[in-house]
């Protein structure tokens, strides 16, 4: 039988990796707790219907979409935000606002395998329900901030813009909403001149043509001066205007709050989901060229799912490539948890083994059970070889004291002591 | 448009639930941890090949099978042990034994949605590879059993039986591979009639038949006195003897590392996959009718994905089911984390009350920012509805003398307090 191989574009995540996932999601989870979102579970398999609704054509097309042996069509969540916005618009319609959720887990589209780029990959989700405040919009990107902080990110940028900029311009110049989408996704991936020859054939004006072009290239990392060239460049477009103006309440609130941002501004930012409305933002690291997360606001969101209008700011967390730059960035690697095997010296006293593992277990230790039945010397060696920190050796002379022997693997020596002190012997060496 | 709805056979899980599932999932992490149990990551995707493998027809026929964008034939995991199987046959083919290995994660099965059984379901996996002993077996149990308890789960009783028992039988007697797998499906529904049928048309002696029927009865909450009974109406089945006392070295093992299991030992019980070949299990709650979890010995799996024979025993923990055990046996609910709302006056408070958000956060406290805008009284009064533990109000008086307004909201008390002791005020009056 021929051995079998994951499937193009899945991976496995062995022990170390593995770790590394749960860690970023732990912290993700703390985060939610100490800011309020409570966490939600919904499934990976939903409607067809619902994730294409508004998830733009380009995921639309990428989906892991399938009949179900019931015959419905179905398909695994490319993203979040049209399940929670489902709870939104359903059960969770008649709850309070503001509203904060969390929700971390598995997420498929069938993109293109690359260099940190797979076809299943984690997010872990935040999404504010019922501000349309600036200072909403200012705590996703505060907690972005902790998360990538807690987690020991270093020299991370926020890209920034606003949807509102373009769509302003665009909108006043009565270009359709599939337009303006186009427009939007060619400019998500850089195609400027394409984005420009799509604004031409929709009869744009030669002065919105020339704004959109100074938009594209109003960018820097000083915020606020970026912010006043894209106010000059759009002052004949009103909700532009309007736009700059929101984003420059949130960053200044989020600078009067005391956290240093490092941004580059692009007034001409735009990003791949169509339900965007606001301010939107990716933070990267230098040492990779994708997004670590994404996030901003998306007011109209809930009512196109049958909800009542709720405006809605959130960010999706990317856990892999979180990891990944975490790597990168080499940061100090966990210590490992110090380990203890327990080690029979023949079979008869496996039990009495296993009974001590019991005990150490219940003080937190780590413990391994010699479950191969090997001899001392070869069970002592592997120990060894995996950085085990202590072995009990169990056997008839020193239990008929109530003893055993306590081998510190590192110093390589080993004493005789009292079982009911063997706890704290333990952890008293661990100190 | 109409509202969506989650897809049959799917289910969320709102904030409450949500909690538990996470809750019972970091309990089996953190168990996993003290076993030296190492956590893997694999894909939710598999190739169908992989997947059908071994999986028993029932499950096969019900698998989310589909073909990829690419063309692929593939399924979501019906199971982790695949996918841990494949992984111990390629990437970890050459890591020395023994390899204790743990994923969690969800599954996916076309099963008819009822009480308690989803079309996606939870489950976390622990499988030892390497050892053929009994302690190896007992170690699962103890696990499970740790795992049970310290989730605060009462009354459970474990069912246990030894696949080698009937196997002994059916392979002495000459029944092929399929008749005895079809034999141990219908054994698994309880449908006995119908398995002696079909052990009748596979031409079993009248012998044979007497003994399988004798072996389906021998059952009880006393073990070693039901592995007598076993032992004795096995007694021609050298194989079958075999398995008896296996089971009996395993429970008494157990027993002697002084783990008290309840038991319910059933000679002819048959677990629905067709890879077990040794003990098998299941814990049971009076509560719910179906098992919580579900394992044991499989030493030939590894060898059909294409690796070496390697030893094997492990269990499924069934998160969403335990979950449900531990509502209707009503465990204490947890404390939720008390909380803080940070309420400015007016709008020109708002970056000062997220800086003193900010600085709540960094000494562990959960808090939420007013987002709204409300008016003080009304933010407050939504706070009570929430059952908020402090609200901070923040206002320009209090502020000129870095202060702000500390509010009891169960006490319905407030004073004004310098906001360099803020976090110990709050903090000590949560002690």
Chains 1, 2 share one sequence.
């Not at 939104?88 to 509203?99: E, H, S, V």
């Not at 395998?113 to 705590?139: I, T």
């Amino acid at each position: 039988m021929p051995a079998f191989k994951t499937v193009r574009g899945m991976r496995d995540f062995l022990p170390r990796d593995a770790e590394r996932m749960r860690h970023v999601e732990q912290v993700s989870r703390e985060l939610a707790q100490l800011y309020g979102y409570e966490e939600v579970i919904t499934p990976v398999v939903e409607s067809y219907d619902l994730l294409a609704a508004k998830a733009g054509e380009e995921i639309r097309e990428r989906m892991y979409a399938f009949k179900d042996l019931g015959g419905r069509k179905v398909a695994l969540r490319p993203e979040f935000t049209a399940s929670v916005a489902r709870l939104m618009a359903t059960k969770l319609r008649n709850k309070p606002k503001p509203m904060r959720l969390f929700s971390v887990g598995s997420l498929y589209r069938y993109d293109e395998p690359q260099y940190g780029r797979f076809r299943e990959f984690w997010q872990a989700n935040y999404e504010l329900f019922g501000s349309d405040k600036p200072e909403a919009d200012a705590e996703i990107l505060m907690l972005t901030n902790d998360l990538l902080t807690r987690l020991g990110l270093r020299n991370y940028r926020f890209k920034i813009g606003h949807m509102g900029i373009l769509r302003g311009i665009m909108g006043q110049e009565g270009l359709g909403e599939e337009q303006q989408n186009r427009i939007m996704q060619l400019l998500d991936k850089k195609r400027w001149e394409e984005a420009l020859t799509v604004a031409r054939s929709a009869d744009a004006s030669q002065n919105c043509l020339t704004t959109l072009k100074k938009v594209f290239e109003t960018k820097g990392k000083d915020a606020f001066q970026v912010l006043k060239r894209a106010e000059e460049s759009v002052q004949e477009y009103e909700k532009s205007v309007a736009a700059v103006e929101n984003l420059r309440e949130i960053l200044e609130l989020t600078r009067e709050s005391g956290v240093k941002l490092e941004v580059m501004i692009e007034a001409g930012f735009a990003r791949g989901l169509e339900y965007y409305t606001g301010m939107v933002f990716e933070p990267y690291v230098p040492e990779i060229e994708m997004a670590l997360s994404g996030g901003g606001r998306y007011d109209k969101l809930i009512e196109l799912f049958g909800g009542e209008p709720i405006p809605a700011v959130g960010v999706a967390q990317g856990v892999d490539r979180i990891v990944l730059a975490m790597k990168k960035q080499r940061g100090p690697p966990k210590i490992a948890k110090e380990k203890v095997v327990v080690i029979p010296v023949d079979e008869e006293y496996v039990a009495k083994a296993m009974e001590l593992s019991s005990i150490l277990r219940n003080a937190e230790l780590s413990v391994e059970v010699e479950v191969m039945r090997r001899a001392v010397s070869k069970a002592l060696s592997d120990a060894d070889r995996r950085a085990v920190a202590y072995a009990v050796i169990v056997g008839p002379e020193e239990l008929k004291e109530g003893k055993v022997v306590l081998r510190d693997m590192k110093k390589r020596e080993q004493r005789v002591v009292e079982i009911k002190n063997l706890c704290e012997e333990i952890l008293g060496s661990f100190r």
